[in-house]
């Protein structure tokens, strides 16, 4: 339901905007970029592809509207933009509950200003969790999509939020990164983790734990999923 109605209010969109006088490329764009918005709601990487796809290649095979060729590189481009390649070998983009880190800093206490990481940091719900965790903490985000980014920033004007890859990034400033990440890339992330970042400071994720490591600690969020704490020591 929630993918025919995105559907359905981008044709409606498309076919409103025509009939104002936009070119249909411009309208194309639009109508686009509001399927798109809407797919963020999408609870798995894959149903947002399909919610944010839908409208132009729905379009394309009705053939309703003549186009020029290049017309259509424009939600393509638009497309990428949101949901990056790359972005499909990381995390789908779960968020993290509410209060699924509330009690880290009894475990993990932090000085005041302590640099916190939250690494893909999605539209911002990781962060907002760390905050409460965090209050007096200096709270960072890192994503990889530009608009993704963007509403993040928007959401958490408190933190400190940029775009840029996770994996390229430099760890070493902070005391705490937090991740939501895949089960396969656990492995690299405490690789990084280690090589990286000083010792004492921590890695923290959210449901998957590091396979073969055993972690400092474990929490449970109040929705049953595990919070696995992993201490770094320089060897």
């Known amino acids: 339901m929630p993918a025919l109605l995105a559907w359905g209010g981008a044709w409606a ?6 009939q104002l006088g936009l070119p249909g490329a411009v309208a194309l764009l639009l109508a686009t970029a509001a399927g798109a918005a809407c797919s963020l709601l999408g609870p798995t990487w894959w149903r947002r592809g399909l919610i944010a796809a839908g409208f132009p290649l729905s379009l ?24 990056p390649l790359n972005a499909w070998r990381d995390a789908p983009l779960f968020p993290t509950p509410a209060r699924a ?3 880290l800093a009894v475990v993990i206490p932090l000085p005041e200003g302590a640099l916190v990481l939250d690494a893909g940091c999605g539209l911002g719900h990781g962060l907002q969790s760390l905050r409460l965790a ?14 993704l980014r963007a509403v993040c920033a928007l959401r958490c004007p408190w933190a400190r939020v940029r775009q840029g890859d996770i994996w390229r990034a430099d760890w070493a400033p902070y005391a705490l990164v937090y991740l939501f990440q895949r089960p396969e890339s656990m492995a690299r992330a405490f690789g ?23 972690a400092a600690g474990r ?8 919070v696995w704490l992993y201490r770094v020591v320089q060897k």
Do not use: C, I, N
Not at 13 to 18: A, E, P, S
Not at 61 to 80: H, I, T
Not at 134 to 147: C, I, K
Not at 219 to 226: K, S, T
């Open 134 to 147: 965090y209050p007096h903490a200096r709270l960072h985000g890192l994503e990889w999509s530009w608009p």
């Open 192 to 214: 990084k983790a280690q090589a990286q970042m000083a010792t004492g400071t921590w890695l923290v994720s959210l449901e998957f734990e590091v396979e073969g490591v055993v």
């Open 13 to 18: 969109l498309f076919t409103t905007l025509q």
């Open 219 to 226: 929490l449970q969020a109040p929705d049953g999923r595990a």
């Open 101 to 103: 880190l509330q009690d």
């Open 60 to 83: 394309a095979l009705s053939g309703a509207v003549a186009l020029p060729a290049w017309a259509w590189l424009l939600p393509l481009a638009l497309l990428l933009l949101v949901y």
